[in-house]
């Protein structure tokens, strides 16, 4: 399956973002998909995830409240809904998914190619 991450942009403080992880070549429905992200200098770390079917969500406390995932089964697509963002959400965003594995760890079989979120003043 091949991911493509989109809908990166320069937002202000307390602003909402909207990333989108869209699939082709292979059925989404079946797959778990996750989001992470990665700052300048810094490691990549999990941003959250979702289940094959949608009824199951992480979340890491840094984003918890404020970031929400989704998925629309017919648009093979997963979403990743930010509001209330912060300077410390500034990174590179890459979704990435797997038919055996859904969680916190970078265990994904697939990566799309990032896209960058700036949360400015």
């Known amino acids: 399956v091949q991911l493509q991450a989109s809908g990166g942009g320069l937002v202000q403080i307390g602003g909402s973002l909207i990333l989108s992880c869209a699939a082709s070549g292979r059925t989404f429905s079946s797959y778990g998909v996750g989001w992470f992200r990665q700052a300048p200098g810094k490691e990549r770390e999990f941003v959250g995830a979702i289940s094959w079917s949608g009824g199951g969500t992480l979340y890491a406390d840094s984003v918890k409240g404020r970031f929400l995932i989704s998925r629309d089964i017919a648009k093979n697509t997963v979403y990743l809904q930010m509001s209330r963002l912060k300077p410390e959400d500034t990174g590179v965003y890459y979704c990435?998914?797997?038919?055996?594995?859904?969680?916190?760890?970078?265990?994904?079989?697939?990566w799309g190619q990032g896209t960058q979120v700036t949360v400015s003043s």
């Open positions: 990435a998914a797997s038919r055996t594995y859904w969680g916190t760890r970078a265990l994904y079989d697939y």
